[in-house]
């Protein structure tokens, strides 16, 4: 918890020193690079107990690589069509020769943004070993010799064959948790914070919660009791609901089956109570619709109604007392079984930790010259309504931030 609390209150500070260089305590400031940078910062120092630099401004080729990859990810995207196809095309060895030849420039750079990345990757995982297998000191570096590469990192070393793990098998567990827990986290958090901006009878409840907490707990370094305020925890329950950050699951069915299906389809020929789906057939969960169901969610299904999550159980947030089989409330936001999201407690808790500095350090109002909206290109992004619509564009969350 003391890792999150820091990088939330070195964001707070970046936005205030935005302002400070404005000469004034209020104004527009694009909050989401400050809420990206802080979101790699945690993913850095408590998943991979390395500092990527977010908030010195000194260069660091591995957090430019990342960027870069991210910022490419999302300009590629009006070629997503070919990819499940290409994905499924030869061996693994072969589509990485393959691709070199694709005639695509966006795709080109993005090959080489990650093997950049793949490059710093390394080094940072030779740097770790090297200060595993000398004796050095854990605790003075970023993570304090609690983060989760560092403990797989000894875990490796001392368990049998069996478990271990090769070392392209670590720099892909790196680069694996930095996308998992870097992207969606930080345009979830921007997505809270964009939603309070319009909705400022919300905003004022979750501040007066908030500060009343940290009133109660001036003296604390532990704020585990943050994480049960009711307010905060169902703003995040319900924003999770209506803006998902993945809209969209993908799966490929193992065998051959019967899918029964709970509210059965109405054809001119019957009732369609359940669907065969044969093996290797790819399905797709909208999660962006079954969070907004009428016949889970009720008549409140597309409303922003925090207070449904107030004192109920989970078979009474929703209708008739029908949930999702998801690992997180009643939804499949961060998916479900085998395949679901592990780190979706670490992502939890960097959600209500940024958003309860922010609001207790800020007042948001929505942007009165650049407005933004949210576009699903994988994950959803804002963009400015004023950008063009070409794959060049980054995303962009300007606010009126009045320091409190």
Request: some cysteine; proline content about 5%; hydrophobic content about 40%.
């Amino acid at each position: 918890m003391p890792v999150f609390m820091n990088i939330a209150e070195q964001t707070s500070a970046c936005i205030k020193q935005d302002l400070s260089r404005a000469k004034s305590s209020s104004g527009e400031v694009d909050i989401f690079p400050w809420i990206t940078a802080a979101a790699l910062e945690l993913v850095g120092e408590a998943g991979l107990g390395y500092s990527f630099g977010s908030f010195t401004g000194q260069r660091n080729e591995y957090n430019i690589a990342i960027k870069s990859v991210l910022r490419l990810m999302s300009q590629v995207a009006p070629y997503a069509k070919i990819l499940p196809s290409l994905c499924n095309l030869g061996t693994a060895g072969f589509r990485r020769w393959a691709v070199r030849y694709i005639p695509i420039a966006i795709v080109q750079r993005l090959r080489y943004a990650v093997a950049v990345q793949n490059e710093q990757a390394e080094e940072v995982l030779r740097a770790r070993q090297l200060l595993l297998s000398s004796g050095g000191d854990l605790c003075a570096e970023a993570g304090r010799g609690r983060d989760i590469m560092s403990l797989l990192m000894i875990s490796n070393e001392s368990e049998g064959s069996e478990n271990h793990i090769d070392r392209q098998g670590m720099i892909g567990h790196m680069n694996t948790f930095v996308f998992a827990g870097h992207e969606t986290t930080s345009t979830f958090v921007s997505r809270i914070l964009s939603l309070l901006a319009d909705l400022p009878r919300v905003q004022v409840k979750l501040r007066e919660e908030v500060q009343s907490y940290f009133e109660e707990h001036e003296d604390e370094s532990n704020h585990d009791a943050l994480l049960e305020l009711p307010y905060l925890d169902a703003v995040v329950r319900e924003t999770l609901r209506l803006y998902t950050p993945v809209t969209q699951l993908v799966r490929i069915n193992q065998k051959d089956t019967i899918l029964p299906l709970q509210y059965p389809i109405r054809t001119p020929n019957g009732k369609v109570s359940n669907i065969p789906v044969k093996a290797g057939t790819r399905i797709v969960t909208s999660l962006h619709m079954a969070n907004r169901y009428g016949k889970i969610w009720g008549e409140r299904a597309d409303e922003f109604w925090p207070d449904r999550w107030i004192g109920s159980k989970l078979d009474e947030v929703t209708e008739s007392g029908t949930h999702l089989p998801g690992v997180y409330s009643a939804m499949m936001s961060f998916g479900a079984g085998s395949s679901s999201c592990i780190g979706f407690k670490f992502a939890l808790l960097e959600i209500k930790v940024m958003v309860a500095v922010m609001v207790k350090s800020f007042k948001f109002e929505p942007s009165q010259h650049n407005p933004s909206q949210w576009e699903t290109v994988g994950v959803q992004f804002p963009f400015l309504k004023s950008d063009p619509t070409g794959i060049e564009r980054n995303p962009k969350l300007p606010l009126r931030v009045i320091e409190l």
